[in-house]
Each structure stands twice: as structure tokens, then as C-alpha cells.
């Protein structure tokens, strides 16, 4: 495959060695994720979530091949057709936000306790928007997206890897990454000791950083004034919420 992939650029008469290698790249991924099996993927995913400065790059590639058309990533592919309130989202569909929340998460993983958990966590943060998602009186809106997706989490990761207390980590985070909003609006859905007993109030911090900054236009400093608040509330005190702000 290698040389007929030489033998047609051979053919052209503007030879680029970084299209040569890009387009032999692409053709290879397509042929090994076409047989890959769930382990096999879940090791693909972890590479580049955990190791690619930009992994939203090799993860819509695998997208584009296919590889989510079927199970255990169906749900994410639906994420693409899947609409969020313009206001609140003016970078468009849900698959959009969690590309963004991806590599901006892949800027900041070195700041996770537990990395890997945390990576996986911003892939599939909103994943329950794909089961949950609906318009009510004109406006698009994806109730209960949080403790939805948290079942799915371990419904799609139990087919992917054996490790349990992984699943734990990965889904507590995604049932919990709505509550730096919850929590600073004092809204009902909060609830701080079950997060701080099932989770790391850190960890949710950091996703919900990466969740705000994934959205077009966000400012910076606004959003690590609002992780800030989030952290006071959950009982941080100020100068240590002050000291973690990234």
C-alpha cells in the first residue's frame, strides 16, 4: 500500500513530502481501524488523549474513518447532529464544544491528578446531550445531560477497558462537571458533599475550566474568576483556591 501511495504521487508533478506522508498516514489509519475491536480502540483514544498537544486533530480522523459508526462510540458520533442554544455555544453542534474542551483539557492535563481519567472525562462531558437534548418553548436545551451521561460513561467505557475504578473516576467527573455552575448560581441541582465524597472538587474544577474555555469567545480571566468562586463555595479558602488557579 506504502508504494502505490509513493507510485501516485511519483505520478504528479508537485511532489510534497508532508502531503506524501499525511495522505500515507490517513490511508493506514483507515485499513487498522476498520478491524479494530473496543480494547484496541480505547488504547487508539488514550494515545492521543493523553499524549497529542491538539488530540481533537487524530480523533475526528478516526471519526471520518468510520470507527464511530458502531459501538461504543456511536453516541459520540450522534453528538455532531446534535444542536446547543446559540447563545451559549455560538461554536455550534456538541461535538464542536467537545472537540474545543479537548484540546483546551490538553493544555492543562499536566495539572490533573489523575490525567488519563481527567482527558476522558473532557471527551465525554457531554455525551448525555446526545439522549437528552430537546426544544422546549423555542429554546434547545439538554436537562439532566450530566447524571445521563454519567450511566453512559460506564455503559461505553465497560465495553472498552476492564478498569473499574478508572469507569468510577471518568464517570463521577462527568456526572459532576455542571456543578461549578450549579454551585456559584446556588442552584438546587448542586450538591457539594456528594461530590466532594465521589469525586475530586479539584478535578471537577479543572474540567469545568476547560468546559467553559471550550466555547467560542470565552474570556480567560472571567472563567478563572468563576472556577475561583467555585472553589471558595466548596469550602477552598482563598488563599488556596487563589494558589490553584491555574
Not at 181 to 188: E, Q
Amino acid at each position: 500500500m506504502k508504494n502505490q501511495i509513493l507510485n501516485e504521487y511519483n505520478q504528479s508533478e508537485n511532489i510534497n513530502a508532508d502531503d506524501l506522508k499525511e495522505k500515507y498516514n490517513r490511508k493506514e489509519c483507515f485499513n487498522r481501524s476498520k478491524t479494530m475491536t473496543a480494547k484496541q480502540l480505547f488504547s487508539e483514544l488514550n494515545q492521543h488523549l493523553c499524549l497529542d498537544s491538539r488530540p481533537s486533530k487524530n480523533i475526528n480522523q478516526l471519526l471520518a474513518n468510520g470507527i464511530f459508526d458502531k459501538p461504543p462510540l456511536l453516541l459520540l458520533k450522534k453528538l455532531k447532529d446534535t444542536p446547543q442554544s446559540p447563545i451559549h455555544h455560538p461554536e455550534g453542534c456538541v461535538w464542536n464544544h467537545v472537540c474545543l474542551v479537548v484540546d483546551q483539557a490538553a493544555q492543562v492535563r499536566h495539572l490533573s491528578h489523575k490525567p488519563t481519567a481527567f482527558m476522558w472525562a473532557a471527551l465525554l462531558h457531554d455525551i448525555g446531550k446526545s439522549e437528552t437534548t430537546s426544544m422546549r418553548k423555542g429554546r434547545i436545551v439538554s436537562y439532566n445531560h450530566d447524571t445521563v451521561g454519567m450511566d453512559i460513561c460506564v455503559e461505553i467505557l465497560s465495553l472498552m477497558t476492564d478498569n473499574q475504578e478508572f469507569i468510577c473516576q471518568v464517570s463521577k467527573l462527568v456526572k459532576y462537571h455542571m456543578h461549578p455552575l450549579y454551585v456559584n448560581n446556588n442552584l438546587p441541582f448542586g450538591d457539594v458533599k456528594g461530590m466532594k465524597a465521589e469525586t475530586d472538587i479539584y478535578e471537577v474544577a479543572l474540567l469545568g475550566y476547560c468546559d467553559r474555555m471550550g466555547r467560542t469567545g470565552s474570556n480567560c480571566e472571567d472563567v478563572k474568576a468563576d472556577i475561583k468562586e467555585f472553589l471558595i463555595k466548596c469550602g477552598v479558602s482563598n488563599q488556596e483556591a487563589r494558589r490553584i488557579i491555574w
